[in-house]
């Protein structure tokens, strides 16, 4: 019995180490994100497989909030249940909330620094080459025909011309039901027995609606930025990128907790800084709860960090225990089939606008060639090819 928990600690320990190698070589958004999961958790630790990997990113794409983190919450939760599902998104993105709290008081000093105009300018072209690399290796699993081919097609078309939020869950639904309707199968409808856990959805409702009722009765900012930021949490769709604009909206223009100036840069550093990008909501937090003490300033950071991240999790908790049963029913097992052909159009298109977005001078194209070569290879973990990277923006002039 002792033998089997210490292979239990170990094996969980060695997970986590994982994670925060993720966590390292995490960077532009969800799309580069998945790239490195796939390099890591896929092909070197073989957690999951490809095609699972591909049905938690299409799960979670249609979920609101952080969808990588909440990705790789599920690939936790798969390993070890609810407590390593925890422990993985500590270790995935508490180590660059932490970096963002404590950027929330040095703005000024980064501001004359310029730090991210040097060290971090090959840090976009390398995630191209992430998000390259992941896109053909997604593209090659899951066109196996023509109609997955027309919706890898249809949602990289879509989401290329249409960057709305709402899009994202559309075409990832529409794809499952083209698969069902053109599906030959009959009585694919057969029923399962599913036992949600019910208590985390309560939770995610409980917190909802109390929060609106707090800020409304009790006129204290970290209660109204924990209502704010768990808002957030709930509403968005598409990740770190998405969330950023409705921030600037609610946070700069109408209550204006910082300036455009502040606010920018905190953007800007986070792009630059491994993890999750709504991580950014402990440095909006922290800045927006400034003025009162060092103590308060960190617990408006703490009640944004929380707030963005706690809905995903308890809507991860409450659908993940079900998800293996919801994919026994024949027809969400045709529907996955258009699911994950869409999703992999949403990583290929990103690839594309990620490279329209670089600057198209010869060093960024170098990077992307680097990356990708240096990732098809499979000799160089992700973390060391970011401190590649790193070094050649320090040196390079």
């Not at 952080?66 to 690939?75: L, Y």
């Not at 879509?158 to 559309?170: A, K, Q, S």
């Not at 529409?174 to 053109?182: A, R, S």
């Not at 977005?357 to 973990?381: D, M, Q, R």
Request: hydrophobic letters at 50%; a positive charge; charged letters at 15%.
């Amino acid at each position: 019995m002792s033998d089997d928990k210490s292979m239990e600690k170990v094996r969980w320990t060695t997970f986590l180490k994982d994670v925060f190698i993720c966590s390292l070589g995490s960077y532009g958004g969800p799309e580069a994100h998945y790239g490195v999961f796939t390099d890591q958790m896929v092909i070197k630790k073989k957690y999951l497989n490809e095609e699972e990997l591909i049905e938690l990113i299409g799960l979670c794409s249609v979920l609101p909030g952080p969808s990588s983190t909440q990705t790789i919450v599920s690939i936790g939760f798969k390993m070890g249940g609810p407590v390593l599902a925890f422990l993985t998104m500590l270790v995935w993105a508490l180590p660059v909330l932490t970096v963002m709290t404590l950027l929330s008081f040095l703005y000024q000093f980064l501001n004359h620094m310029n730090i991210s105009n040097e060290g971090l300018r090959f840090i976009g072209p390398m995630a191209v080459g992430f998000i390259i690399v992941a896109a053909y290796r997604i593209g090659r699993k899951v066109v196996t025909d023509k109609i997955s081919m027309f919706l890898f097609l249809m949602g990289a078309v879509t989401t290329y011309f249409i960057r709305d939020p709402w899009i994202y869950p559309l075409v990832l639904i529409i794809g499952g039901v083209v698969c069902i309707i053109t599906s030959n199968e009959k009585n694919i409808w057969n029923r399962v027995k599913l036992n949600p856990p019910w208590k985390y959805i309560i939770a995610f409702g409980i917190f909802a609606i109390g929060s609106i009722i707090l800020s409304m009765i009790w006129d204290n900012r970290i209660i109204h930025l924990f209502d704010s930021f768990y808002r957030y949490g709930y509403l968005v769709f598409g990740g770190g990128q998405v969330v950023v604009p409705v921030m600037y909206s609610e946070l700069v223009e109408i209550y204006r907790y910082m300036t455009d100036q502040e606010f920018l840069i905190g953007y800007g550093l986070v792009q630059g800084l491994p993890g999750p990008m709504f991580s950014f909501s402990a440095y909006a937090g922290g800045m927006a709860a400034r003025g009162s003490s060092a103590l308060f300033q960190v617990l408006g950071a703490v009640a944004g960090g929380i707030g963005i991240f706690l809905p995903g999790l308890f809507l991860i908790y409450f659908i993940y225990p079900i998800w293996e049963n919801l994919k026994k029913i024949k027809g969400i097992k045709i529907s996955l089939k258009g699911f994950n052909a869409v999703a992999g159009g949403l990583i290929a298109v990103a690839a594309i606008l990620l490279m329209q977005k670089s600057e198209l001078a010869l060093y960024n194209i170098i990077v992307v060639l680097f990356t990708v070569i240096l990732l098809f290879t499979k000799k160089i973990p992700a973390p060391f090819i970011v401190l590649i990277i790193l070094i050649a923006g320090f040196v390079i002039k």
